[in-house]
Nanobody, 125 residues
Framework: QVELVESGGGLAQAGGSLSLSCAASTFSTNVMGWFRQAPGKEREFVAAISWSARTTYYTDSVKGRFIISRDIDKNTVYLQMNSLKPEDTAVYYC????????????????????WGQGTQVTVSS
């Protein structure tokens, strides 16, 4: 069992920045990812990072604006969100994949085994 605890988020103006953190209760996580869900929409992939942190993967809409990173010693993954847009408004979820390879980066929700409780990010125009 892996527990994921998210923190950060909140309210920002368009063009501003926010940072999210996700602490995992175990070293057993391989790939870590961030997803988001806006009202009335399906949960969508945002970014993923390999266990080694050598490889990252982003959805096109956040490339060049968001940065995913992880601190292996702290079992924590981060999402730095810059140049925020109103369309970034959503509940953001941290996810952990413990079954696939440590460099297997997936955008598919079903490839992730554990999820955090979600944290709200609201961007005003």
């Amino acid at each position: 069992q892996v527990e994921l605890v998210e923190s950060g988020g909140g309210l920002a103006q368009a063009g501003g920045s926010l940072s999210l953190s996700c602490a995992a209760s175990t070293f057993s996580t391989n790939v870590m990812g961030w997803f988001r869900q806006a009202p009335g929409k399906e949960r969508e992939f945002v970014a993923a990072i390999s266990w080694s942190a050598r490889t990252t993967y982003y959805t096109d809409s956040v490339k060049g604006r968001f940065i995913i990173s992880r601190d292996i010693d702290k079992n924590t993954v981060y999402l730095q969100m810059n140049s925020l847009k109103p369309e970034d408004t959503a509940v953001y979820y941290c996810a952990a994949d413990i079954n696939h390879g440590s460099e297997y980066l997936s955008w598919k929700r079903n490839d992730y085994d554990y999820w955090g409780q979600g944290t709200q990010v609201t961007v005003s125009s």
